[in-house]
């Protein structure tokens, strides 16, 4: 019922447990397998393992009665469980649709309680690493649409994707005032606005809000 490919998958198979079972080994921490073949087999969905997307972590598609989950596979072992079992999240949302009057807002309440759900059992010292526990419990409080909206986590998971070498500042840390460049343009920092920065184009003086996560390079002034 899945595929384990690096790019859009030609053909969906039936895999046995035992395949199924190998091939999240390569991708999620092992303590974690069997909990999530037993959420496979609660409620089967095909699955893929993605190329690099700049757009999103995972994706999650309900279409001609069944379920498609994928996660990129550039992701780290812990970046890649949190947005599989956020995909997972959504299919049971989908499971329990016809429960509803309307359907649930992509990320509302129900998407929340499945995703606090189902992440429980895994916020243990031996899935996660103690510092990614520090930030992902409060994070899992209340979680938002996508955890690269949490600048705090998204630190703490780069960590461990040593193959992605960070160049850069983060926005977040970066002082007011400070000029940077950011995509071949040139920005003076404003204020911070939650979770993103407002910014000055120096050369325009439009303003722009900018992710507080993105990295920039800081101008010598």
């Given at each position: 019922m899945f595929g384990f490919l690096n790019k859009k998958p030609r053909?969906?198979?039936q895999p046995d447990g035992e395949a199924f079972r190998k091939g999240f080994s390569q991708h999620i921490p092992e303590a974690a397998v069997e909990y999530v073949m037993g959420l496979w087999r609660e409620h089967p969905f095909n699955f893929t393992v993605a190329g690099s997307r700049k757009t999103c972590l995972?994706?999650?598609m309900y279409k001609n009665g069944r379920h498609f989950i994928s996660v990129n596979g550039d992701s780290n072992p812990y970046s890649f469980l949190i947005t599989l079992i956020h995909e997972i999240a959504h299919q049971r949302v989908r499971e329990s649709q016809k429960l509803f009057r309307q359907a649930p807002a992509p990320h509302g309440h129900e998407w929340k309680f499945h995703?606090?759900?189902l992440m429980a059992p895994l916020l243990h010292p031996y899935i996660?690493?103690?510092d990614?526990?520090?930030v992902l419990v409060p994070h899992m409080q209340n979680p938002a649409a996508s955890s690269t909206k949490d600048p705090a986590l998204v630190k703490v998971l780069s960590r461990y994707s040593p193959e992605k070498v960070i160049k850069g500042t983060y926005l977040s840390e970066v002082a007011d005032g400070k000029i940077f460049n950011f995509n071949g343009r040139q920005f003076k920092r404003i204020q911070?606005?939650?979770t993103r920065i407002l910014v000055e184009c120096v050369n325009t003086r439009k303003r722009y809000t900018i992710p507080g996560i993105?990295?920039?390079?800081l101008e010598d002034r």
């Open positions: 053909a969906v198979r995972g994706n999650y995703f606090k759900t996660f690493p103690e990614i526990l520090q911070n606005r939650r993105a990295l920039v390079e």
